[in-house]
């Protein structure tokens, strides 16, 4: 297929991670390195910035600036959580037009790759012809039809070290707080939650349960598992997911709020289990909450993990100048041991506000804790530590002029 000439364009979408720079810096490197057809531009904050003009050249930005995404947490261009209507389509066609915009790669997870293939939509039907092009990330892990995601393996990386080292203070410290419960992000999948079981590394250690949203939460059982490891052991780690569900389905703890997306706003189930254990059990409890730490952990982050963000950024441009468009790069495990991967793709609409949980089978059979295909699946992708540059004993990172290079 013919190579469109034109100029091409790069947004994040929703919540950072500690590679999605990564995954710019190859979309970025590869196009200034493949004899594009034209200029990068970023879409600054997202979609959003896109419709408001806050449009960028990067070329315009410090090579270095650029290459130094790869150890930079954060959104480097920017992110948002919004919610395109039919009109905003339409606009954003017009803009593209007005700028000879013909490539367009959104970095992004379930909501995003909706938002691009209706972009596609939108483009079909305007009779402009484009090559629009998912780039994956998401530390819930969660999109279908990829073995994962990048972004998931440093999140996983930081969960498991949190609780290894926690959990160790708790059996060290001999104090009334016996109980530590771990609130992790997940908000309809427990990939993230199910990453704590990588610290054990004995029967004793952290962590002891783990809940999970793919199975309805019992508080009776619940709190019948944690009485019954505090008579064997004295001392309880426990991680649950934010998203944990009732029988109903219904989400157990939310603060009354939605989203862009019309998503429930889930917080508290840590604290909320927490007193649960107080009054019901009579043994004191503590609730640690990481929030974004779980994503923002670049200075432990996965090499693993940043390579396949790296990877998967640079593939979208291999495709796009190929003459592909409406797909999403996956990626493929080859093998566990040795653990290799490689690039695939998958139709954007197969994807679009599509999840993938755990399967029930990694899951044991009381529902408190996940089997060794997940510690198969899991231990790879945490492997491998990056080199961060360091001034005044803290991380270095890099920060891109956003108004340098804007194109109005």
Same mark, same amino acid.
């Given at each position: 297929?013919?190579?469109?000439?034109?100029?091409?364009?790069?947004?994040?979408? %929703?919540? !950072?991670?500690? +590679?999605? $720079?990564?995954?710019?810096?190859?979309?970025?490197?590869?196009?200034?390195? @493949?004899? =594009?057809?034209?200029?990068?531009?970023?879409?600054?904050?997202?979609?959003?910035?896109?419709?408001?003009?806050?449009?960028?050249?990067?070329?315009?930005?410090?090579?270095?600036?650029?290459?130094?995404?790869?150890?930079?947490?954060?959104?480097?261009?920017?992110?948002?959580?919004?919610?395109?209507?039919?009109?905003?389509?339409?606009?954003?066609?017009?803009?593209?037009?007005?700028?000879?915009?013909?490539?367009?790669?959104?970095?992004?997870?379930?909501?995003?790759?909706?938002?691009?293939?209706?972009?596609?939509?939108?483009?079909?039907?305007?009779?402009?012809?484009?090559?629009?092009? %998912?780039? !994956?990330?998401? +530390?819930? $892990?969660?999109?279908?039809?990829?073995?994962?995601?990048?972004?998931?393996? @440093?999140? =996983?990386?930081?969960?498991?070290?949190?609780?290894?080292?926690?959990?160790?203070?708790?059996?060290?410290?001999?104090?009334?707080?016996?109980?530590?419960?771990?609130?992790?992000?997940?908000?309809?999948?427990?990939?993230?939650?199910?990453?704590?079981?990588?610290?054990?590394?004995?029967?004793?250690?952290?962590?002891?349960?783990?809940?999970?949203?793919?199975?309805?939460?019992?508080?009776?059982?619940?709190?019948?598992?944690?009485?019954?490891?505090?008579?064997?052991?004295?001392?309880?780690?426990?991680?649950?997911?934010?998203?944990?569900?009732?029988?109903?389905?219904?989400?157990?703890?939310?603060?009354?709020?939605?989203?862009?997306?019309?998503?429930?706003?889930?917080?508290?189930?840590?604290?909320?289990?927490?007193?649960?254990?107080?009054?019901?059990?009579?043994?004191?409890?503590?609730?640690?909450?990481?929030?974004?730490?779980?994503?923002?952990?670049?200075?432990?982050?996965?090499?693993?993990?940043?390579?396949?963000?790296?990877?998967?950024?640079?593939?979208?441009?291999?495709?796009?100048?190929?003459?592909?468009?409406?797909?999403?790069?996956?990626?493929?495990?080859?093998?566990?041991?040795?653990?290799?991967?490689?690039?695939?793709?998958?139709?954007?609409?197969?994807?679009?506000?599509?999840?993938?949980?755990?399967?029930?089978?990694?899951?044991?059979?009381?529902?408190?804790?996940?089997?060794?295909?997940?510690?198969?699946?899991?231990?790879?992708?945490?492997?491998?530590?990056?080199?961060?540059?360091?001034?005044?004993?803290?991380?270095?990172?890099?920060?891109?002029?956003?108004?340098?290079?804007?194109?109005?």
């Amino acid at each position: 297929m013919r190579m469109l000439k034109g100029n091409a364009i790069v947004a994040q979408s %929703g919540g !950072p991670t500690a +590679v999605i $720079n990564s995954s710019l810096c190859g979309v970025v490197e590869q196009w200034q390195k @493949s004899n =594009a057809p034209g200029l990068i531009y970023a879409g600054v904050s997202g979609i959003k910035g896109i419709l408001a003009g806050h449009i960028i050249d990067l070329g315009r930005q410090d090579p270095a600036a650029i290459s130094g995404l790869r150890y930079t947490p954060g959104a480097g261009i920017h992110s948002c959580r919004y919610k395109v209507q039919p009109e905003d389509q339409v606009k954003m066609i017009e803009i593209f037009k007005a700028l000879n915009i013909r490539y367009f790669f959104y970095n992004g997870g379930n909501d995003s790759m909706d938002t691009a293939h209706k972009t596609l939509l939108a483009a079909r039907e305007a009779g402009y012809e484009m090559r629009i092009i %998912g780039v !994956p990330k998401t +530390v819930d $892990n969660d999109l279908p039809f990829t073995d994962h995601c990048p972004g998931f393996g @440093s999140a =996983a990386k930081y969960i498991a070290a949190t609780v290894r080292e926690t959990g160790i203070d708790l059996e060290s410290v001999s104090t009334k707080n016996k109980v530590t419960i771990l609130e992790a992000m997940g908000r309809n999948a427990g990939w993230l939650t199910a990453a704590g079981a990588l610290a054990k590394r004995s029967p004793k250690e952290a962590p002891h349960l783990i809940y999970l949203p793919e199975l309805p939460f019992s508080q009776e059982s619940f709190l019948a598992d944690v009485e019954k490891v505090y008579k064997d052991l004295g001392y309880v780690y426990v991680v649950v997911s934010e998203g944990l569900v009732n029988e109903k389905g219904e989400y157990c703890f939310t603060s009354g709020g939605t989203d862009a997306f019309g998503h429930a706003q889930l917080s508290g189930v840590g604290e909320a289990l927490k007193q649960v254990v107080e009054s019901q059990l009579g043994i004191k409890s503590r609730c640690n909450t990481l929030g974004t730490a779980q994503r923002s952990a670049m200075h432990f982050a996965s090499l693993c993990d940043r390579d396949e963000a790296y990877l998967t950024g640079a593939k979208a441009v291999e495709c796009a100048l190929a003459g592909q468009s409406g797909i999403m790069v996956t990626i493929e495990r080859i093998s566990d041991e040795p653990y290799q991967s490689r690039p695939g793709q998958i139709p954007l609409e197969a994807v679009a506000n599509k999840e993938k949980k755990i399967p029930r089978e990694w899951i044991n059979e009381a529902g408190n804790y996940i089997n060794q295909q997940f510690i198969t699946y899991a231990r790879p992708l945490i492997e491998g530590e990056i080199d961060i540059p360091m001034r005044y004993g803290l991380p270095d990172y890099v920060t891109l002029n956003l108004e340098k290079g804007r194109v109005n």
